[in-house]
């Protein structure tokens, strides 16, 4: 294998270096690592044992109650549905939207690039706030809606602009070669730029789709359906407490109770609300690192 | 910015000839306005600068009833009441400080670990540990934040590995560093990916050529894989930069105590409590105005010095 | 404008043009239930978590309809998004109904609404349309001083829910203080009556730690005394009562109380606060406290309680913690004075000012607050307040059965293995009702976990209750609500601090002087003025 001639070719200062920064990723690695294994053994465990002795890797002390109750709580799947959905849609839009504007943007020659800029520039500082956007939407009947989630976010200046130095990046020689063959912008977008681009496409897409799988703010405003809201908020619902008036005891106990249940489904929630990003990103990932760029120049 | 005119004679163009020059252009390349750029500017239009003039209840005492027409102006006094709070130098220094030190120390870190990623010879491996790197960022802020107290309380992992028993969480000396290291634990791997794509774009001609050359691992970065992602890098500080006073509230808020809000309250937190806890949109409508011009202030400083430093290249 | 928007705000315009020109009494006449003709109504409501969202499948508003021919559109919304999307909705015309049934308002809330003129005064309703919570005003007039605000007007309909009254009110102790009567006896222990025979048992649970572990098979380390400090009913303010004068510190939100002479005073500020945190301090440094105890949430103080580790710990009742065997409440401590002092408005019982409200919107408020005065309705307040009975699933909170004289009356019913909580979710409404002390054993009996709790309270707190008042639960102006929670943001916040601080760090005479100095400087006199004015203004009449 060509390992073995790839570190012979560095010096012994490099050698050194580069153990050290294989160190230093080793050393990252473990401080991700660690947090998460603990949480993963906790999810598994009763609170009570978990807070008096602290994890333990003793299969006998480990107990399924936490997912069984979180399987078995339909509202949770209905959640689940609504997330992926919400996500997927989100994602979906919110990458052609801004490949697509990212472009016209990217080229020198563009005229009222200018112009465009500071038009987008300026929504990423100013904005109306909270209550005129929310009466925005209430006034364009989307209120309970999907697409009030959708929609406002679904155009990021940020990722425009990563999408545009991207595209700036790709070599001119791809750009003449398609003028030669006298490719309209349509065709050289598609057929030739886009396929290059696989990379940012699929960071812009993971992003995308990680950001709306987390959110639950618009959500909680916007919808007001139980059969609408999206995991989050749901998990949001089981996890929070809510101060019982002080002297009106109907609230005491239920607040009791409620806190109970929410410590025993807290580590399992965020098992079951990370892992779907989990496994979804290895499908993502084979795109990141195309050396794709190697062979589509011309000559 | 180079505008390139079709008809090129030496000089300056007439005010007609530019029009002219425009309409060519857009009549020409039509498809770049309507099919590129259209969507995007609707949304934009649309839910950006749509809300945008309710950007005018900060300066009004706002009652929904009689809608923005219709409310009291009150001119500037949410502002004063703001800058004359007595704890406002406090909320404006932690702010800051909170946006800078974490910029100082998460901004070099996502470059760091690309770097060292892309030195990774066997691919399984790095992919292995990109996965890794990138899982923090797939929980909430909510999930994080607790993940933060269970690992920080007094009988936690932390202080049984140190043989400790300290309460973190209550102390304000550490705060800062939970947030920033938290911050940078969170984000830093997928912080990393926008510098890895950018890096994979490095010319594999250039690398080998370097290599050949005998260039050692400094000479190497300073030759390939820094022009790589010289742009991006610069980007992402400018952005950063500009967002200083623009700390989200969500973490903050949820990592206070009550022992720690000495350096735990932001603006963005104080905002949340005064104005929308309590009702008073104008209020925190002003305050958040107030940010955003701050915040505009910083960037175009950033702009210009930057660009000053890169040959002019900046946003 | 759109069409539906103009008509809203035309109904705002004429609202506030009729209730003035055309006189109510005469509408008052029309009014009988069931309505002749369906009325509907909007209306928002908030449930629990988990629970049915269409609140016109909940049995009780079923059988309303039925009764009184309204049908009202809900607009439900679940109870954790409530406090975020209330505020939104109140700010949207097009989201605005008739009325809101479980607002939970603040004082602040109602007077920021009434000045908008987003919800209406209701007191000429009161004394017109609406039998039943006239009755309850006539029976006891100060809940009707406290739902009036400052201009007169009643802006709210009120939460009444009676345990008790006066020195035997449930709500007198909120933080109750537990110990652990097993170990005691374990240890051959008596139940401790001043503040050092307190010290010596937690010295002693301390000391035979080890022996109390093996003896109960304890997972975990044991833990002489457990709280959460500044956390509501888990705070050991009541611990400290006989300090000094005696004054303790049993507002654990404002931090005041009343003397004998109806004068306001800060408690913290006084000389028992100041050597009962002395005395807390010196149990931190002999190991006697949690050390969790200044940041430790609900949910591991319950889990740690649960294991049975807690020697001595704090809340609203011991069963939350750990059971209700091996505990018994640990009266109060004799350290200078032998005092408790009983919590602030407790004495005119549950009651919240701002639980249903008619808004602007509302085309026919007279109707509206007729319908609402239903739920004044003696039957139907413990029903909204608890559940129901006659369900045919599952299980009831009530059976309908008989009282002494032979009259209907709902009873408490067997549950089974249900837990309470979930089923009083599943069947109540909320909402504004009131629950009298004189209901009990002729309307609805009383529950068994009140019940037990009022029993407590009359045992071992009230004869030590000596002082004569506490403060009451007025209702303030727009301006001092304001100026007040300007001041208190501030002051609080120094004094929760402190109490942290110096449990755990201890407090000498330059500390404490410095804290009282920088408390001034935030404008405590201030603050105490404004209470002194409407607590002079309520005993004036």
Known sequence: ?299 | MEKKSVTAKGGRQSLGEKLHNTVVYVTHHWQLYLLFLLPALILTLVFKYGPMGGVLIAFQKYNPFKGIMGSEWVGFKHFERFLSSPDFLTYLANTLKLSIYGMLWGFPIPILLAFLLNRIESTGIKKKIQLVLYMPNFVSVIVLCGIVRILLSVTGPLNQMLGTSVNFMTMPEAFRSIYIVSGIWQGAGWGSIVYTAALSNASKDLKEAAVIDGANIFQQIKAVEWPAIKDMVLMQFILQAGNIMSIGFEKAYALQTDLNLRTSEIISTYVYKKGLLDGDYSFSTAVGLFNTVINVILLVMVNKIVSKMNDGKGL | MNNKMFKRTMAVILAAGMTGAMGISALADEITFPLEETATFTGMISYPVGTESEPNNRTIFKRLEEATNVHIDWTAIQSDQWGDKISLNMANINAITDFVFSAGFSDSDLLRYADQGAIIPVEEYIDSVMPNLSAVFEKYPEYRAMSTAADGHIYALPWIEQLGANKTAIQTVGDMSFINKKWLDFLGLEIPTTVDEFEQVLIAFRDNADKIQAEFGIEGSIIPMSFIMNDGDQDPAILINGFGEGYGDADRGRHIAVTNDKQVICSATQDGFYKGMQWLHHLYEENLIDQEAFTQEWATYVAKGKSGRYGVCFSWDVANIDNLQDWVPLPVLTADVRNLTPQNGSFTSGYDRGRCVVTAVAEDPALVCAWLDQMYDPMQSPQNNWGTYGEDDDFDIFEMGENENGEPMLKHAPLGDASPVEVREAECVGGPRAVLDEYYGVYVTCPDDAQYRLDWIEEYYTPDMTMDYVYPNVFMSVEDTEELSNLQADITKTINAAKSDWVMNGVDDAKFEEFKSSLDAYGLQDMLAIFQKYLDAYYAE
């Open chain 1, 1 to 299: 294998m060509k390992k073995k001639s790839r570190f012979a070719r560095y010096s012994t200062e490099d050698k050194a270096l580069l153990l050290l920064g294989y160190i230093l990723l080793g050393l990252f690695v473990l401080a991700i690592v660690i947090p998460m294994v603990y949480i993963v053994v906790a999810s598994f465990m009763d609170p009570i044992t978990l807070q008096n002795r602290g994890i333990t890797f003793d299969f006998e002390k480990w107990t399924l109650t936490a997912y069984e109750r979180v399987i078995s709580n339909s509202q949770i799947w209905i959640g689940f549905k609504n997330a992926v959905i919400y996500s997927v849609v989100f994602m979906v839009v919110s990458v052609i939207v801004t490949m697509l504007a990212a472009y016209p943007m990217s080229r020198s020659d563009f005229k009222g690039k200018g112009f465009f800029n500071i038009i987008f520039m300026i929504t990423m500082f100013f904005g109306g706030g909270l209550i005129p956007t929310y009466l925005l939407i209430s006034n364009l009947g989307l209120l309970d809606s999907m697409w009030a989630v959708i929609l406002p976010g679904a155009f990021s200046v940020w990722n425009m602009i990563i999408a545009r130095t991207y595209y700036q990046g790709v070599p001119q020689e791809l750009r003449e070669a398609a003028d030669v063959d006298g490719a309209s912008e349509i065709v050289y977008f598609f057929k030739i730029l886009l396929p290059v681009c696989t990379p940012v496409i699929a960071v812009l897409a993971l992003w995308q789709f990680v950001g709306m799988w987390n959110s639950y703010f618009d959500a909680m405003i916007y919808l007001n359906d139980t059969a609408k809201q999206p995991l989050q908020l749901v998990l949001r619902s089981i996890l929070i407490q809510n101060q019982p008036e002080s002297g009106m005891i109907s609230d005491m106990q239920s607040t009791a109770e409620r806190a109970q249940l929410a410590e025993l489904l807290k580590y399992a929630t965020i098992i079951i609300s990370s892992l779907p990003l989990l496994v979804m990103y290895p499908f993502f990932q084979k795109y990141f690192d195309s050396g794709i760029m190697a062979g589509s120049v011309k000559g």
